[in-house]
C-alpha cells in the first residue's frame, strides 16, 4: 500500500439500504467510518444516518427508476466502495423474517 494511503473509503455507495440488512450495514459503516459520504439507493426513504448522508428513493428493480438512478449517482463523486443490499428475503408468499445483530 503506498505510504500515507488507508483502507477507509471516503465514498461508499449502498444500495438496498431501507431493508432489514441494508439498514444495520448504513449504521455500521457510518460508526467504523464516521467521516464517510454515504451515498444510498432504497425503496423506501430513509432518516438521515449522518450529516454526509445523502439518499435517492428509487427501486432498482424497476425498469423506469434505472435512468433517474444513474443521472443521481453523475452529479455525486466516485465511490470508493459500492454494496449491494438489494434482494428478497421470501418468495411465493412465504415471509422469512429479517434479523441480523453486528458485533
Known sequence: MPQGETNSPECILLAGASGGLGAILCEELVRRFP????LTVSRSELAPISANHRQL????????SLEQVGNWLRVQPVPNWVI????????????????????
Open 84 to 103: 449491494s443490499g438489494c434482494g428478497t428475503l421470501h418468495w411465493s408468499g412465504t415471509a422469512r423474517k429479517k434479523s441480523a445483530a453486528v458485533r
Open 35 to 38: 467521516s464517510v459520504l454515504l
Open 57 to 64: 428513493r428509487a427501486s432498482i428493480a424497476d425498469e423506469s
